[in-house]
């Protein structure tokens, strides 16, 4: 994270954590005729200290058979648009890391 922001990002705690202050939900692409999607999204996504995204990274991915790789990107592409309040623990702007679950219900 250091070399991507500057900095080693810290972990808000629940009672400290910025505000979304945007939020836009993935464009999920048509899936083809009898595609199944199953489970959800989970990922992380390390914060630069103006509150945009810097880098996004999946944990775990929903289960879409067959295997359809740009239904993941859209959820992906969607988070990296989200942005926060600024965090500031000591006063001073920090980047920090931020756990996204995504429900892909389809």
Avoid: M
């Amino acid at each position: 994270g250091r070399t991507i922001v500057g900095e080693r990002p810290g972990k808000p705690s629940a009672t400290q954590f910025p505000r979304k202050r945007s939020h836009v939900n993935p464009a999920l692409p048509q899936l083809p005729e009898g595609s199944t999607v199953r489970g959800i999204w989970v990922g992380e996504a390390l914060v630069r200290t103006d509150g945009t995204i810097a880098r996004v990274w999946a944990l775990r991915e929903p289960q879409v058979s067959p295997a359809f790789p740009a239904f993941t990107q859209s959820i992906v592409a969607a988070v990296e648009r989200w942005t926060y309040e600024p965090w500031a623990p000591t006063g001073r702007a920090t980047p920090f890391c931020v756990t996204i679950t995504v429900n892909v219900a389809h």
